[in-house]
């Protein structure tokens, strides 16, 4: 009996000693909200059997020494693993096994007096006791402890964090253990890297190697590699750390102190499309420049998504990327459109000062058996209502405007994006030259002819200085046609035809060429970016002459809502050009505010603009806008026009419907403020009508 009292003393300690145990790698498997917290025996010494208490051989408990109910494992769950791009816990991690329900022991949660805190295994003392809320005197619940448990770990200096609570007079002493992370010798890249150098990524954790890896530095630099790859556009990379076992616990480090990471740069395993019914899948792809096996860089695919969209064939286009099928480090980037109609018949009626009431027919496919080319069929037909009514000999003919055209146009007809398009064409225009004007021709039925043009033309044009998605492209056109002139009566003019013909039709052909700069984000109704074209059109047969013209404009977002379009335009012709063959200040060319009866014409034009343009209700939108310009050489008869300037200005409002075939355009442009009233509102300015943004 004498020998078992010293083993009763020597076991004595070690079962009033109540231990909370914290496996590190619970913390990003259990939740203490949710799970019931698993129950773990207290340790032996190394080379001690556990000590088994039995009623016969443990004394009574007292109060102040007896375990505590709660004397059980206390695991704490901190918010997310030590790097949060590491996979799921290795093999052999000591947390419950999948499927198996972990041991159902509740913690009590009684409050207890901490009368001391001592913290055991490690040199960063004075970082874990300020990252400790609780402090001597303290009353604490096991779940306070927890919490404080959750920002030790959260320092990122350590593997594993456990506790312990053992009895002294008045309370318990609170004993804090953890284990250190190995010292940080060397970081693993374990694949190649195209973006960086693995030197260059290497260099950002060079004031971490040979210190105690410190999870939260290294997650700072994580963080500071997907900014680099950010920066160049690489926004799918993500950096993984492979998990190694270090001292039977999970963690990232190897035993001896190296990182193992996985830097996927974000390569693209296959580009799918999705929501394209008529569209055929290669009409997207052909867009696209970046191919599998290359890297996702958000700038070019950008570009990529942008050209899809200016195909004028869809409402919508995104992309999804989702994990490889047969790599999860590499993407899959799935293209999802939503079409919209491309087709039309339209029928409309309108009214001009120029054309009398017109009357239009349009079909219209913009995308043609589902592979983006277009073929368009317009009619129109003008009706001078005035001169049906009217006895006067100049106006005996109401028939005025007669157009009919036809027009292909294929974006992508031979390889390397060469397009062809190809038009045939027969109009008939009235040209007015100034109501009030001197007669400019002397002709006898006025200031007013008609021309007739009927020809084909032909035109290719493919990028330049650049791959396939280059801003510049060239165009080359060829052109053949024949003009007629004659007056409002239909008499022939050969005094204004240049081959002296005695049906007054001339026979003319050229081959132009123009280069074009694109960086629009949006072609129909553009947001930024700048558009640029320059063009020469030599012409020969009955007389020659070169016209030369040319464009330039900018877009620019002030605002999420207000645009700001600068735009500016001219052109001149080089030799002995016809005198109906004149640049006249009507469509993109108009002046607004002035007419578009051909009273503002010239060998040679300049016109600048600037519109606001905003969105009022979908699909309307407006804009403010000022024109300023003149055609030259200015006639006598439009010189008192100026108002003392040397050029001619209009303002005004406009609105925008937009529709599947572009905007439709009506302005209203004043060119005479002291003339504006009610019932002057057409004295002072003119509206115009169009399809399509004037720049």
Known sequence: MSKAKPLHRLVLPLTLSLYFLIPAQAFAQTTPETEPVPAESPEAEPGQASPEPSPENSPEPSPESSPAPDATAMPASPE??????????????????????????????????????????????????????????????????????????????FLDVTARREAVPGGFRLVVVVQENPTLKAINIVNDLEVFSKEEILKLFADQIGQTANFNDIRDVEQQILELYREKGYVLANVRFLRTRVDSVDG??????????RLNEGRIEAIQVSGNKETKEFVLMREISLKPGQLFASDPFTADLRRIYNTNFFESVNFVPKPGEK????????????????????????????????GTFQVMKDNLMGEGRRLAVDLQLGLD?????????????AQRTLLGRIDFYDPWMFEGRTSFGTSVFSERIPLFFGSGAQNIFNLPSGNGIIQSRVGTALSFGRPLFGDLTSPWRGSL?????????????????????????????DV?????????????????????????????????????????????????????????????????????????????????????????????????FAIASAELRFPI????????????????????????????????????????????????????GIRDFSKLGFNTIFDAGQLHFSIGQKF
Not at 350 to 356: A, P, S, T
Not at 488 to 496: F, Q, S
């Open 508 to 604: 003319f052909f050229s081959v132009g060429g123009s280069l074009s700069y694109d960086t629009r984000d949006i072609i129909i109704d553009p947001r930024s970016g700048w558009y640029g074209l320059v063009s020469a059109e030599p012409v020969w047969g009955d007389s020659s002459y070169l016209r030369f013209s040319g464009n330039l404009s900018t877009y620019i977002g002030l605002t999420d809502w207000l645009t700001l379009a600068i735009g500016t335009r001219g052109g001149t012709y080089l030799g002995q050009n016809p005198p109906y063959e004149q640049f006249y200040s009507n469509g993109f060319n108009v002046i607004r505010g002035w007419p578009e009866n051909g009273f503002l014409f010239g060998k040679h």
């Open 617 to 668: 209700v979908n699909p309307i939108s407006g804009v403010v806008f000022a024109d300023v310009g003149e055609f030259f050489p200015v006639l006598e008869a439009r010189l008192d026009q100026n108002q003392g300037l040397p050029f001619k200005y209009g303002v005004g409002l406009g609105i925008r419907l937009n529709t599947p075939m572009g905007p439709l355009r009506l302005d209203y």
């Open 477 to 505: 056109s060829v052109r053949a046609e024949q003009v007629g002139v004659s007056d409002l009566n239909r008499n022939p003019l050969r005094e204004l035809s240049v081959s002296n013909r005695f049906s007054a039709t």
């Open 327 to 358: 790599d999860p480090n590499d993407w899959i980037i799935v293209v999802e459109v939503k079409e919209k109609p491309t087709g039309s018949v339209n029928m409309g009626a309108g009214f001009n000062n120029r054309d009398g009431l017109v």
């Open 385 to 397: 209502v005035f001169s049906i009514f009217s006895q006067a000999s100049t106006f005996t003919q």
């Open 252 to 261: 990232l480090l190897s035993l001896d102190g190296v990182l193992e990471m």
């Open 80 to 157: 997310a693993s030590p790097l949060e791009s590491g996979p799921p816990a290795a093999e052999g991690a000591v947390t419950p096994s999948e499927g198996e329900a972990a041991p159902e022991t509740e913690l009590p949660v009684t409050e207890f007096k901490v009368m001391e805190v001592v913290i055991e295994g490690t040199e960063f003392k004075d970082a874990v006791s300020l990252s400790m809320y609780t402090k001597p005197g303290d009353d604490v619940t096991t779940e306070q402890i927890r919490n404080d448990l959750r920002r030790i770990y959260g320092l990122g200096y």
